[in-house]
C-alpha cells in the first residue's frame, strides 16, 4: 500500500496531462484490487499515510522509488494509464 501512495503522489507530475483520467481509472482499479473490502480505498490510503506507525514503511517506499529513478518510475505510471482496460 505505501507503493500505490508513492505513485498516487509521483505519477501525476510525470504522466502526460492527457493521461491523467486513465492513469486514475488504472490507479483506482488498482486501489480496489488491493483492498477489495475498503468503500473508498483512496480516502483509506490518504489516511494511513498520515498514520504515524505507518511512516516507515511510506519511507522504505519513497526511498525504494528514489533508487528505481525517473524512468522506471514513469514506465510504472504509464503501466497505469491502460490498467483499467
Do not use: H, R
Not at 498516487?8 to 477489495?36: H, R, T, Y
Not at 490510503?45 to 528505481?68: N, R, S
Amino acid at each position: 500500500l505505501a507503493a500505490l501512495y508513492v505513485l498516487s503522489d509521483i505519477c501525476p507530475s510525470v504522466i502526460d496531462a492527457k493521461a491523467q483520467d486513465k492513469f486514475e481509472q488504472g490507479f483506482g482499479k488498482l486501489l480496489k484490487e488491493n483492498m477489495p473490502q475498503v468503500k473508498d480505498p483512496a480516502q483509506t490510503l490518504k489516511a494511513l499515510a498520515q498514520d504515524p506507525k505507518f511512516a516507515p514503511i511510506l519511507q522504505e517506499a519513497q526511498a525504494d522509488a528514489k533508487k528505481a529513478g525517473d524512468a522506471k518510475n514513469l514506465e510504472i505510471c504509464q503501466e497505469l494509464t491502460t490498467y483499467a482496460n
